[in-house]
């Protein structure tokens, strides 16, 4: 599925979390602001389904549990635990992602994103010129006289994948880590309403909290920290899915690139890619026919009256899923935003640091 254009993208999780009212007179306005479409709890919210998941995609049984929102309302929430590897392979491959050489073709690398939807392909060409496409000579991932990328991999690959923080005195890698090197996937546990609660007022994404699951198994996360990633000079590349790994999140999307379009709706509407944290289902941006839907609202949502409310895939390489939460989040079992790794003041990991010497 090359139909992207030229790079790779980086390291782990940013962005997801709630954006606070000051005062209950931001919410009046933000209710009668018709430029903030809010999901009302008048209209018609699909429940969750659990029996759309994949087969694999689930380990264990889906059960159902008490549970409170984000907002503060309790209900009842499915737990479910994906895979965390797709169960779709065929048509949602894993990899590849660094190029082996200046010369490597498209097919040997994986992708990258500007953040503002521009796709790259992280061929050999890509690598060799990035110090044209940042303006910035420091740029310089491969070996002059051999042409070799300068690649951190394998387990050493997946522990610096762990924590996006530049690394004193290195830079000008490309990193990977491959599924196999994480057990094949890591298993999350996720609490998701059975039916969507509306949320007062749109919630922003950000912070570095997931921000749902695909019925495929596999992770929807925030957008990458494709900033501090590129201040070391380095580049955390995705697959052509727009997605990779570390021994944290395990195996996660980062863009919706095509994949994990596995929910085909009878009715020609584009294909449903998995549930929102927020219980709110995610479709394709395009339907079969390839025509985008127009008309939705800043987060990306519609409703209509086979789906009630739901959300559209951002456009690739925006960096992000969709654009913000119409309703109360639920939450992935035992994690906070605190437990993940995370750079303070976005300053460089410690010099006591992984082994992270280069192959």
């Known amino acids: 599925m090359r139909w992207l254009s030229i790079f790779a993208i980086t390291l782990l999780l940013t962005a997801c979390g709630d954006s606070s009212s000051n005062s209950s007179n931001n919410k009046d306005s933000a209710n009668k602001n018709p430029t903030i479409p ?3 709890k008048t209209e018609k919210n699909a429940a969750v389904n659990p029996s759309l998941f994949l087969v694999n995609a689930i380990v264990g049984d889906v059960t159902t549990v008490d549970c409170t929102l984000s907002g503060g309302t309790k209900t009842s929430c499915y737990k479910i635990t994906i895979a965390g590897s797709p169960a779709d392979p065929d048509t949602s491959p894993e990899g590849p992602y660094c190029p082996p050489t200046i010369t490597s073709s498209a ?3 994986g992708t990258w994103i500007d953040g503002k939807g521009t796709v790259y392909d992280v061929d050999g060409e890509f690598i060799k010129n990035l110090a044209t496409l940042y303006q910035d000579k420091e740029w310089q991932m491969y070996d002059i006289n051999t042409g070799k990328v300068t690649i951190i991999n394998g387990a050493r690959g997946c522990e610096v994948a762990g924590d996006p923080r530049p690394i ?3 830079n000008n890698f490309c990193l990977e880590c491959p599924l196999e090197e994480i057990g094949g996937g890591i298993h999350k546990t996720v609490l998701i309403p059975t039916t969507p609660v509306p949320a007062e007022k749109p919630t922003e994404i950000r912070g570095r909290e997931n921000t749902g699951v695909a019925l495929n198994g596999v992770l929807l996360g925030p957008p990458a920290p494709l900033e501090m990633i590129l201040s070391s000079h380095s580049l955390g590349v995705l697959d052509d899915c727009g997605a990779h790994a570390n021994p944290h999140e395990g195996y996660h999307y980062h863009s919706a690139n095509g994949c994990a379009e596995v929910g085909i709706q009878k009715d020609g509407h584009s294909a449903m890619i998995g549930y929102a944290l927020d219980g709110y289902a995610v479709y394709a941006k395009t339907d079969k026919s390839l025509i985008e ?3 939705l609202d800043e987060c990306g949502g519609e409703t209509d009256d086979v789906r009630g409310y739901h959300y559209h ?9 969709f654009g913000c939460y119409m309703g109360e989040k639920g939450s992935f079992e035992g994690e906070s935003d605190q437990d993940r790794p995370r750079p303070k003041n976005g300053g460089p990991r410690s010099e006591g640091g992984p082994e992270h010497k280069p192959e």
Do not use: D, H, L, M
């Open 38 to 40: 809010i999901a009302k």
């Open 168 to 170: 004193p005195g290195f």
């Open 313 to 321: 895939a951002s456009a690739p390489g925006t960096n992000q899923i």
């Open 107 to 109: 097919e040997e690398g």
């Open 293 to 295: 839907v127009k008309g």
